[in-house]
């Protein structure tokens, strides 16, 4: 009777559970090999184009500038995607992106979970240490579609390097 007790109470306590399901959407690798474009791009500024009340996600949307081909013949102008916070990419205005991209025109579009864009903002600072610039994931991924193979460094490193969050944490419930 006591444990029943303390599992109902936990329960009462507890308030409302919130979670989500991982998206399912390639690996950069495997997006990577798909890819008729790679290339580092530039967040220049972003903003919210199309702001929802009806429950959906806002969508986000700015200019970018193309820093640097690695493949193909990028022609995009600027990138969008929606503002989710369970597995939507967060992108930051100043930062810099490697991606692969199997779509064409002028807007990079992204979707909830997209592993194909990374953040290398490290790597394009001005003060760049040149071992990071080196040892980079630009390098290593200009060098692995050259013929190379990747380094164990950037194998470990690609799975934590996605750009989709995880979702808030729940405000505490009021107390009555």
Same mark, same amino acid.
């Given at each position: 009777?006591?444990?029943?007790?303390?599992? *109902?109470?936990?329960?009462?306590?507890?308030?409302?559970? #919130?979670?989500?399901?991982?998206?399912?959407?390639?690996?950069? @690798? =495997?997006?990577?090999?798909? =890819?008729?474009? /790679?290339? /580092?791009?530039?967040?220049?500024t972003?903003?919210?184009?199309?702001?929802?009340?009806?429950?959906?996600?806002? /969508?986000?949307?700015?200019?970018?500038? *193309? /820093?640097?081909?690695i +493949?193909?013949?990028?022609?995009?102008?600027?990138v969008? #995607?929606?503002?989710?916070?369970?597995g939507?990419?967060? @992108?930051?205005?100043?930062h #810099?992106?490697?991606?692969?991209?199997?779509?064409?025109?002028?807007?990079? =579009?992204?979707?909830?979970?997209?592993?194909?864009?990374?953040?290398?903002?490290?790597?394009?600072?001005p003060l760049?240490? %040149?071992?990071?610039i080196?040892?980079? *994931?630009?390098? $290593?991924?200009t060098?692995? *579609?050259?013929? +190379?193979p990747?380094?164990?460094?950037? @194998?470990? $490193?690609?799975?934590?390097?996605?750009? #989709?969050? =995880?979702? %808030?944490?729940q %405000?505490p419930? %009021?107390?009555?």
């Amino acid at each position: 009777m006591k444990k029943f007790a303390t599992v *109902l109470i936990a329960l009462v306590l507890s308030g409302h559970a #919130y979670g989500c399901t991982d998206p399912t959407e390639p690996s950069f @690798l =495997a997006s990577l090999e798909n =890819a008729d474009s /790679v290339f /580092v791009f530039r967040v220049t500024t972003l903003r919210m184009i199309d702001r929802r009340t009806d429950g959906h996600y806002n /969508v986000i949307s700015g200019p970018i500038q *193309l /820093v640097k081909t690695i +493949k193909g013949a990028p022609s995009f102008k600027r990138v969008a #995607y929606q503002d989710i916070s369970c597995g939507g990419i967060q @992108l930051i205005v100043g930062h #810099y992106y490697l991606a692969s991209a199997k779509q064409n025109g002028s807007i990079l =579009a992204f979707v909830r979970g997209d592993n194909s864009v990374l953040d290398v903002t490290e790597e394009f600072e001005p003060l760049a240490r %040149p071992e990071i610039i080196r040892r980079g *994931l630009t390098t $290593s991924i200009t060098n692995y *579609l050259a013929g +190379k193979p990747l380094d164990k460094y950037t @194998l470990r $490193s690609l799975p934590f390097r996605n750009l #989709y969050g =995880a979702p %808030p944490p729940q %405000p505490p419930m %009021p107390r009555d």
